[in-house]
């Protein structure tokens, strides 16, 4: 059986009416149209094969779309920047900046903050779901230009329900899901907050939590003293440091004369607001009081401070933002309907798939949300079905203008150009300006007592030439890193042959090192250059990936190997 998180009373919030007046905004957002012919796929066209770059070139309909709205109509998502098949293959850059829009795609979260984009795509390598893997993309929001790409663990927990950038306090919050047998002790060791509670959490059983995102290393933090069962579908922060999220809903009644859904009660039904203190995590809820018809008995329950919106809405990954300018407007792009509706005999109920294009199961629309009443307006359906993982208002965001980068606090890195950090000097790195397409041969010279252990170019691993050289691949994002890691050779110390013949790899990512091919049982040591102990863990035999702080010179020990590194 399910577990139920015991939900608590933070207060009545008074809902005083405040006039909120129609305004013509430019929403933008990563998008991707909702349906095709042909399935839910994207659609790719093939633009030919570029012998410079060895790759073939696509042009999918990934990326970033504006569309606007006066409050009664929206256009058609238009892609900006757009795309002008003829310029792009004239152009190596254009090619590959095309390219790399095939992995626009935010399938487990995504969001916009102070111009720049993170995507949270969830794959599944071989096809299992134990080795599903994340793959963590970082873009330019105004040029569409990948920034930096790696891929993360499983365990590290990153399907969302959306991110937002609160601007009182300069954090990334989000509602994240969290797999059963990762769960924190403190949430699966607390009778107060579950029923019929599992000894170990292992049965794969999940739900929602609140958590801040340090997305410099991808590093959640719960705060939520429990787990949401919700079907959470966005999350957005007004500038008023305040968070919403809506759930996903529906009834098995039709609409009534105001195209709104209503229960057996006349009660608002369909997609539900709530309010989510940052603090504790917990939903703000009120104390009603109900009648059971059948029994005439009164009783008591907590609901949400907010009606249900009214509309219905699918359980498919949706968006929602404020602008900075009106922290009482809530704009959301969601559903048409819940997948229901009256079929071609008449009668009510879950619409065909086939018949998609003409009975509006996949019909998306804008929605605006008024915050101080919770009074939900459709305002206009959106051509062609785009739906989007990510949406801010052009030019007036809540997070615009925010003085801290989130995915890199502390680095200046250069605002313009295309550029390599080259991780491997000790008191800082190199910065090398280079352009889109091109490849870069380097010679590495390690110093006395020391080899060349690993070298990775954007998280993945190079191949060492004889010689020390290696080459980089096509760059492809305007910022790059080449981390190179030491190995301290037998000869340099007093240490047992075991040390040369371990097959033991660390590599450095852009938020810390990887470590594979260890042994069971096997833990690492990592110390500063001083000889603090940062921290020992254990590792597995496939792949362990441990965040450590940028900037700093790292003495990693695996058993006798003994391994350096600057990140």
């Known amino acids: 059986m399910r577990k139920r998180f015991i939900t608590f009373l933070l207060g009545m919030v008074a809902l005083t009416a405040v006039p909120i007046t129609a305004q013509t905004i430019t929403l933008k957002g990563i998008g991707h149209n909702n349906r095709y012919d042909d399935g839910d796929q994207m659609k790719s066209s093939y633009l030919g094969w570029n012998y410079d770059l060895g790759k073939a070139i696509f042009l999918v309909d990934n990326g970033i779309y504006a569309m606007t709205s006066d409050g009664t109509t929206v256009s058609t998502p238009e892609r900006t920047p757009a795309i002008v098949k003829e310029e792009v293959m004239a152009d190596n850059a254009k090619q590959?900046?095309?390219?790399?829009?095939?992995?626009m795609y935010g399938n487990s979260g995504a969001a916009y903050i102070n111009g720049k984009l993170v995507t949270v795509m969830s794959r599944d390598e071989s096809s299992t779901v134990d080795e599903e893997l994340f793959a963590v993309r970082k873009w330019d929001a105004s040029t569409g230009n990948l920034?930096?790409?790696?891929?993360?663990?499983?365990?590290?927990?990153?399907?969302?329900?959306?991110?937002?950038?609160?601007p009182k306090d300069g954090k990334v919050y989000g509602l994240f899901y969290l797999t059963g047998q990762d769960l924190p002790t403190e949430i699966t060791s607390d009778p107060d907050y579950f029923e019929e509670q599992d000894d170990d959490m292992t049965d794969g059983d999940a739900g929602y939590c609140l958590c801040t995102i340090d997305l410099a290393t991808m590093k959640l933090t719960p705060i939520t003293p429990g787990l949401y069962y919700y079907n959470f579908i966005t999350f957005a922060i007004n500038s008023?440091?305040?968070?919403?999220?809506?759930?996903?809903?529906?009834?098995?009644?039709?609409?009534?004369?105001?195209?709104?859904?209503?229960?057996?009660?006349?009660?608002?039904?369909?997609?539900?607001?709530?309010?989510?203190?940052?603090?504790?995590?917990?939903?703000?809820?009120?104390?009603?009081?109900?009648?059971?018809?059948?029994?005439?008995?009164?009783?008591?329950?907590?609901?949400?401070?907010?009606?249900?919106?009214?509309?219905?809405?699918?359980?498919?990954?949706?968006?929602?933002?404020?602008?900075?300018?009106?922290p009482n407007k809530m704009y959301w792009v969601g559903?048409?309907?819940?997948?229901?509706?009256?079929?071609?005999?008449?009668?009510?109920?879950?619409?065909?798939?086939?018949?998609?294009?003409?009975?509006?199961?996949?019909?998306?629309?804008?929605?605006?949300?008024?915050?101080?009443?919770?009074?939900?307006?459709?305002?206009?359906?959106?051509?062609?079905?785009?739906?989007?993982?990510?949406?801010?208002?052009?030019?007036?965001?809540?997070?615009?203008?925010?003085?801290?980068?989130?995915?890199?606090?502390?680095?200046?890195?250069?605002?313009?150009?295309?550029?390599?950090?080259?991780?491997?000097?000790?008191?800082?790195?190199?910065?090398?300006?280079?352009?889109?397409?091109?490849?870069?041969?380097?010679?590495?010279?390690?110093?006395?007592?020391?080899?060349?252990?690993?070298?990775?170019?954007?998280?993945?691993?190079?191949?060492?030439?004889?010689?020390n050289f290696v080459t980089t691949p096509a760059v492809s994002a305007a910022h790059s890193r080449l981390i190179v890691t030491f190995e301290q050779s037998p000869a340099a110390g007093v240490r047992s042959a075991q040390a040369g013949q371990s097959q033991v790899r660390v590599l450095g990512t852009a938020h810390g090192i990887r470590v594979v091919n260890a042994q069971a049982g096997d833990v690492v040591n990592i110390f500063t250059a001083d000889g603090s102990k940062v921290c020992s863990q254990s590792v597995n035999s496939q792949q362990t990936d441990i965040a450590l702080a940028p900037h700093t010179l790292y003495i990693i020990k695996v058993g006798e190997k003994v391994v350096k590194v600057r990140l």
Not at 147 to 166: H, P, V
Not at 257 to 280: C, F, P, T, V, W
Request: glycine letters at 10%.
């Open 240 to 326: 008023d440091g305040r968070a919403f999220a809506l759930t996903s809903g529906g009834t098995a009644a039709p609409e009534d004369s105001d195209g709104k859904l209503r229960d057996m009660d006349g009660n608002l039904a369909g997609a539900q607001l709530y309010e989510i203190d940052l603090n504790s995590g917990l939903l703000k809820l009120t104390t009603r009081t109900t009648t059971d018809k059948s029994t005439g008995e009164s009783y008591t329950e907590e609901v949400s401070t907010f009606p249900a919106t009214g509309y219905s809405s699918q359980y498919s990954r949706q968006a929602a933002c404020f602008a900075k300018s009106n």
């Open 335 to 467: 559903y048409y309907n819940s997948g229901k509706g009256y079929n071609e005999y008449g009668s009510w109920g879950s619409l065909p798939d086939r018949e998609w294009r003409t009975n509006g199961k996949y019909d998306t629309a804008l929605y605006e949300i008024d915050i101080t009443t919770g009074e939900t307006t459709r305002v206009a359906k959106i051509p062609n079905r785009w739906i989007f993982s990510a949406l801010w208002v052009d030019g007036d965001d809540p997070s615009d203008g925010a003085e801290v980068d989130p995915f890199n606090p502390g680095e200046v890195e250069p605002l313009e150009g295309t550029y390599i950090a080259l991780s491997h000097a000790e008191n800082g790195s190199i910065w090398q300006q280079a352009e889109i397409g091109k490849t870069y041969t380097y010679y590495l010279e390690p110093a006395e007592g020391w080899t060349l252990h690993s070298v990775t170019f954007n998280d993945t691993e190079l191949d060492i030439a004889e010689g």
């Open 96 to 103: 590959l900046w095309v390219s790399n829009f095939n992995m």
């Open 147 to 166: 920034l930096s790409t790696e891929i993360r663990n499983k365990s590290d927990r990153l399907e969302s329900a959306g991110m937002s950038y609160n």
